[in-house]
């Protein structure tokens, strides 16, 4: 994983478990697996952990982009659903939620922001509800139609304010 100004910091990033559904049904085939890594990791709860990189300001949201990887795979190959350096496009109240699929860069699923919480230098949003988006339908093969409820997701960043996260050297690119 790149060094990044939030390297020191493992509690920043968000923990999301996908859809408990669809890890029960991986991991139930033979040959299903759920591998991870670049920086990913899986909390004592089971979620995945993508650690937050960089934060850039827009006029509109704050764009956090997070590292790491998750990849689920069965059917021979012929599943294979990745989730791989997210984003989370944080406006008031509501966000986006963005993985890299090939170059690019989607939005699968649209996040539910409660009333943040301050945690000492750290400002929190627990157990997001996450509703997937059409480009997040194409993800999961077009099984769960947009607008179906994901896993909740609880995000973690630098306290000051959403829009006054520090950041990062590498802004302007990607
Ligand atoms: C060889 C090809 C495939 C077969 C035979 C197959 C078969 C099945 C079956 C039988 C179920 C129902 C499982 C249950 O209710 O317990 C299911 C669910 C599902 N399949 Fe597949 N599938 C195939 C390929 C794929 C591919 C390529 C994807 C793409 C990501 C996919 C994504 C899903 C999803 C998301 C569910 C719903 C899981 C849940 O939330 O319960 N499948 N599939």
């Known amino acids: 994983m790149e060094p990044s100004p939030f390297s020191e910091r493992a ?9 408990d559904s669809f890890l029960q049904y991986v991991r139930g085939m033979r040959d299903g ?9 899986v909390t004592s709860e089971g979620e995945f952990h993508f650690p937050l990189l960089a934060a850039r300001r827009f006029a509109d949201a704050t764009m956090l982009s997070f ?12 599943l294979s659903v990745s989730i791989g350096e997210p984003r989370i496009a944080l406006r008031d109240g509501e966000a986006d939620l963005l993985i890299h699929t090939g170059d690019a860069v ?15 230098d750290v400002t929190m949003w627990l157990r997001c509800g996450v509703t997937l988006v059409d480009h997040g339908a194409e993800l999961f093969g077009g099984t769960y139609p947009a607008g179906e409820s994901l ?6 960043v630098p306290s000051g ?5 520090p950041s990062a050297p590498r802004l302007g690119q990607n």
């Open 11 to 19: 509690d920043l990033g968000f923990a999301w478990s996908v859809k």
């Open 33 to 41: 697996n759920v591998a991870w890594g670049a920086g990913a990791a």
């Open 67 to 78: 590292g790491g990887n998750v990849q689920f795979t069965a059917h021979h190959g012929l």
């Open 106 to 120: 989607k939005r699968i699923a649209v996040i539910d922001l409660p009333p943040r919480i301050q945690d000492g």
């Open 151 to 156: 896993a909740p997701l609880t995000l973690r």
């Open 161 to 165: 304010g959403a829009a006054e996260i």
